[in-house]
T-cell receptor, first 111, second 117 residues
Framework: GESVGLHLPTLSVQEGDNSIINCAYS??????FIWYKQESGKGPQFIID?????DKRQGQRVTVLLNKTVKHLSLQIAATQPGDSAVYFC??????????FGKGTRLSVIA | DAGVTQSPTHLIKTRGQQVTLRCSPK?????VSWYQQALGQGPQFIFQ???????QRGNFPDRFSGHQFPNYSSELNVNALLLGDSALYLC????????????????FGPGTRLTVL
């Protein structure tokens, strides 16, 4: 399949542990943030989003935290599974502008 | 529902040639956005089509052009290919760009891997 991130930072976690993936975003005016998961050979897949008027949002096994003071976003994955292995991207939006993606982090789950 | 489909899967061209990539949006979607993803990078927005018109454009030269058809499918054309155009080209579909809000949930296709030699 496609290799989408040969030179990305890599996070290796043991199966069953929690994962935390971090992202520093660029624009203090950004008002909407999204985390995407990209598996080999596939396009990015929406995981969870958060608006700038929130600092935390939870989904199924995932939580996104937003710290606007330091322009930092994190994605927490609980009880990480082998199927979570992928490249994860954060993306930011301000107003009506297009998505701006970060560089991505490769998550490798050790069984 | 087939989701977003793109063709071809892979393509090899030489410098100076022209290429056309195709995208069919998810059923019910009327808006198509194109992204370029270089190896090891996040996707970069090229442009968005809605109602057969280019609505927004990223920082890409005029060599990159597109088209949207009445059935909402779309093409991306790149002229005078450069080595640096080698990348994964992603198409994303969504609904309602005409509402003035650029971002509704976008569904991405698997991409077309373009290699320029």
């Amino acid at each position: 399949g496609e290799s989408v991130g040969l030179h990305l930072p890599t996070l290796s976690v043991q199966e069953g542990d929690n994962s935390i993936i971090n992202c520093a975003y660029s624009n203090s005016a950004s008002d909407y943030f999204i985390w995407y998961k990209q598996e080999s050979g596939k396009g990015p897949q929406f995981i969870i989003d958060i608006r700038s008027n929130m600092d935390k949002r939870q989904g199924q096994r995932v939580t996104v935290l937003l710290n606007k003071t330091v322009k930092h976003l994190s994605l927490q994955i609980a009880a990480t599974q082998p199927g979570d292995s992928a490249v994860y991207f954060c993306a930011e939006v301000w107003g009506n502008t297009p998505l701006v993606f970060g560089k991505g982090t490769r998550l490798s789950v050790i069984a | 529902d087939a989701g977003v489909t793109q063709s071809p899967t892979h393509l090899i061209k030489t410098r100076g040639q022209q290429v056309t990539l195709r995208c069919s949006p998810k059923s019910g979607h009327d808006t198509v956005s194109w992204y370029q993803q270089a190896l090891g990078q996040g996707p970069q927005f090229i442009f968005q089509y809605y109602e057969e018109e280019e609505r927004q454009r990223g920082n890409f030269p005029d060599r990159f052009s597109g088209h949207q058809f009445p059935n909402y499918s779309s093409e991306l054309n790149v002229n005078a290919l450069l080595l640096g155009d080698s990348a994964l080209y992603l198409c994303a579909s969504s609904l309602g760009a005409g509402t003035g809000y650029m971002l509704t949930e976008q569904f991405f296709g698997p991409g077309t891997r373009l290699t320029v030699l």
